[in-house]
């Protein structure tokens, strides 16, 4: 079965540090690939996107993700967080051919230390 | 911009009671999707529908049911709630089209005793 794994279960960070978060997929055909972050008290939204094309996605907040497909991976990064950027952040996947799918890493809470 | 909303943010039932979660967007989406969050699990589909009257089980459906009679409305109903279907609840819809973007809504904490 398909899968999505964030293998930081929860990440603390102090303010300007950089954020990388992993996030892998198993599935061996085409996929679209999702950041969503839950602010707290907040709902879902949408971080960004890869459907095609250049594989170094940008995102909303100075955020960004690389679609390695040798590796099934795409990892957000971002190169200074702030305290503002405490939530959870779940990366998603949706196989190209089932397309109304879409599978929910089981997310990453951040911490960022002022 | 997008609105979905959920008729309650917060929800206490009893075991066995039949309880309703609705669900509304105003964008004229096809597609609209039922989804619980538990810690650690990350979001789970419990039902979709691609077009009014028109579902699909997710990969946990057992316990639920659906309900799309109009196209900005999407029920998720739980027939005789049990302790586990403890969760919170959350709405999503988005375009038919190859968008493939949800867009969510608030979530009901639905808590059952």
Redo the contacts between chains.
């Keep these: 079965a398909q899968s999505v794994s964030q293998h930081n279960h929860h990440v603390i960070l102090s303010e300007a540090a950089s954020l990388e978060l992993g996030c892998n997929y198993s599935y061996g055909g085409t996929v679209n690939l999702f950041w969503y972050v839950q602010y707290p008290g907040q709902h879902l939204q949408l971080l960004l996107k890869y459907f095609s094309g250049d594989p170094l996605v940008k995102g909303i907040k100075g955020f960004e993700a690389e679609f390695i497909k040798s590796k099934f991976s795409f990892n957000l990064r971002k190169p200074s967080v702030q305290w503002s950027d405490t939530a959870e952040y779940f990366c998603a996947v949706t196989p190209t051919h089932s397309s109304y799918k879409l599978i929910f890493g089981s997310g990453t809470r951040l911490l960022v230390r002022p | 911009d997008v609105k979905?909303t959920q008729s309650s943010r917060y929800l206490v039932k009893r075991t066995g009671e039949k309880v309703f979660l609705e669900c509304v967007q105003d964008m004229d989406h096809e597609?609209m999707?039922w989804?619980r969050q538990d810690p650690?699990?990350?979001?789970?589909?419990i039902y979709?529908s691609?077009d009014v009257k028109m579902k699909?089980k997710?990969d946990i459906p057992e316990g639920y049911s659906v309900s799309r009679e109009k196209k900005e409305r999407f029920s998720l109903i739980l027939e005789s709630a049990s302790t586990n279907q403890t969760s919170m609840y959350?709405c999503?819809s988005r375009p038919g089209t190859?968008t493939?973007?949800?867009y969510?809504?608030?979530?009901t904490r639905l808590t059952v005793t």
């Design positions: 979905v597609n999707f989804y650690g699990l990350g979001l789970r589909l979709f691609y699909e997710g959350l999503a190859p493939y973007e949800q969510f809504g608030p979530g």
